[in-house]
């Protein structure tokens, strides 16, 4: 059973920025994508970044690019993946939600990652 917590959510004015972490309870697979999601009240859960394992260029939601940086550590003992978000606007307010799915390909689909944080809230205020 793999467990992801997250960590790094909360208040932030717009324009500010904010840092999630997302730390797998052990090592996976060999080979695997973790990604961001989120969700905002009353709407569906949409896609954000993904990010191989090994690096590669990530997949970025157009709302988010050159905005949001996915990204994983050089050395860890498990599988981490961050989300640094800056410029943020009001529009960015969601429960934050980091995903794996083992192997290589990059989806944006909710369906295809079978394992969940719990969530992270976060809210820009205007």
């Known amino acids: 059973q793999v467990q992801l917590v997250e960590s790094g959510g909360g208040l932030v004015q717009a324009g500010g920025s904010l840092r999630l972490s997302c730390a797998a309870s052990?090592?996976?697979?060999?080979?695997?994508?973790m990604a961001w999601f989120r969700q905002a009240p009353g709407k569906e859960r949409e896609f954000v970044a993904s990010?191989?394992?090994?690096?590669?260029?990530?997949?970025?939601a157009d709302s988010v690019k050159n905005r949001f940086t996915i990204s994983t550590p050089i050395a860890s003992a498990n599988d981490t993946v961050y989300l640094q978000m800056n410029s943020l606007k009001p529009d960015d307010t969601a429960v934050y939600y980091c995903?794996?799915?083992?192997?290589?390909?990059?989806?944006?689909?909710?369906?295809?990652?079978?394992?969940w944080g719990q969530g992270s809230q976060v809210i820009v205020s205007s």
């Open positions: 990010r191989r394992h090994n690096g590669g260029r990530p997949l970025y």
């Open positions: 995903a794996l799915r083992e192997g290589i390909v990059l989806k944006n689909a909710p369906d295809e990652y079978p394992w």
């Open positions: 052990r090592r996976t697979f060999s080979t695997y994508v």
